[in-house]
């Protein structure tokens, strides 16, 4: 069975900083690309950023490009964001995501699995 596991959201002020984490178990993770989504309250869930299998490759967001940071270690089964200069508009429900295929998925619809989403609320 299939699980991701995010953690590591919370409360913090505009220009502050937040790191997620997504532990992975059940799948071979380093055949999986993994994303990052988020969905604020009354608006469609939006790709954040992902990285390709090994790590080789990202691609983010326009709103988030500069700012978000993702990587991953295939040895502890893992993947990151690292948000830096939070602004209001970044809260959100945050969710990852993982795809059985090469390079880097920003639909909703090319991921296979999802997390169940930790919440990131960002004050002004």
């Known amino acids: 069975q299939v699980q991701l596991v995010e953690s590591g959201g919370g409360l913090v002020q505009a220009g502050g900083s937040l790191r997620l984490s997504c532990a992975a178990s059940g799948l071979t993770f380093s055949l999986y690309a993994m994303g990052w989504f988020r969905q604020a309250p009354g608006k469609e869930r939006e790709f954040v950023g992902g990285?390709?299998?090994?790590?080789?490759?990202?691609y983010y967001s326009d709103s988030v490009k500069g700012r978000f940071t993702c990587s991953r270690d295939n040895a502890m089964n893992t993947v990151y964001l690292q948000m830096n200069s939070l602004k209001p508009e970044d809260t959100a429900v945050y969710y990852c995501?993982?795809?059985?295929?090469?390079?880097?998925?920003?639909?909703?619809?090319?991921?296979?699995?999802w997390g169940q989403g930790t919440q990131v609320t960002v004050s002004s």
């Open positions: 990285i390709s299998r090994l790590g080789r490759s990202t």
């Open positions: 995501a993982a795809q059985n295929g090469r390079g880097v998925p920003t639909t909703y619809a090319a991921y296979e699995y």
